[in-house]
């Protein structure tokens, strides 16, 4: 696959445009979901992966191609993501809530600051569970756990694209985990119906 | 836990990413069948992974590329050597 996206890539330099939809379908996928698990919210993936798609294309010449493309990509995600859930934090709330949106965006909204009851949590799907707890965990467990359980990215790779050493990665994995361990302590899935 | 527990910790954690010296995990099972609360501890992190891998891809919207390509800017303006 490198070959092809780096002659998409050279095409691309040498101005044809239209070269580049190839690549954006290639790897829209990977990215939107990233995206979307950084984020937990439809809309704003959307968003970020338009943007990572098209800061990717301006600095195009500055990529090395001996190296993938994928990391560099979700490179520019992460960074992108990590800066708007910062962006976001201090003034979100229920209210936000727009008509049409599903129910993801309110657990992912009202996740950061408060802790939903017991009863409420055994309302949920399995699936926005999942998103809820993610989104929970604070910024920089959330891209490596993202990029190792939802990517299924190898600690080498995840290393590269947050530009992190290996060690570093590794801690923040564990922490993650314990982290996870422990929000979901107060209702684990293994009491769900469904696991 | 105590000092010893926190070593154990460390070694779940290696095994859980697969990157755990055999000596070490020799000693964790060892330990685990002796200690219940590291035992407990060992079953609600594999819930997590678990948990954590029943993650459903999601689609991205199906005109993605189109929206990409319509928000380049023009060709004479794009970027990297001319050739």
Redesign the interface.
Known sequence: MDAIVNKRIKQ????N??A??EI??LY??RL??VC??MLGN?HE??DI??EA??RA?????TFDQKRKFSTWIFRIATNLCIDRIRKKKPDYHLDAQVPGTDGLDMYSQIAASEELPVEQLEKME??ER?QY?ISRLPDKYRSV?VLK??EELP?QEISEILDLPLGTV?TR??RG??A??KQ??QL???EVGG? | MGACHEKYM?YM?AY??G?IPPEHEQELKQHLKSCDACQA?MH??S???????????????PN??S???A???K?TV??????
Do not use: C, W
Not at chain 2, 47 to 61: C, E, R
């Open positions: 691309v330099l040498n101005g445009q239209d580049y939809a954006v379908d829209q996928s939107y979901h979307y698990r439809k993936a959307e992966t338009q798609f098209l294309y301006i600095n195009l010449h399995i699936q999942l707890e756990i359980y939802m600690l590794k994995i564990h985990r314990e996870l361990r979901m302590s684990p899935m293994t696991k | 460390d954690h859980l990413d990157d501890h609600e992190l819930d997590v992974v678990a948990f954590m891998k029943s993650a459903q891809p999601v689609t991205p919207p993605l590329t929206h990409v390509m928000s380049l800017p060709r794009s970027a990297g050597p001319q050739s």
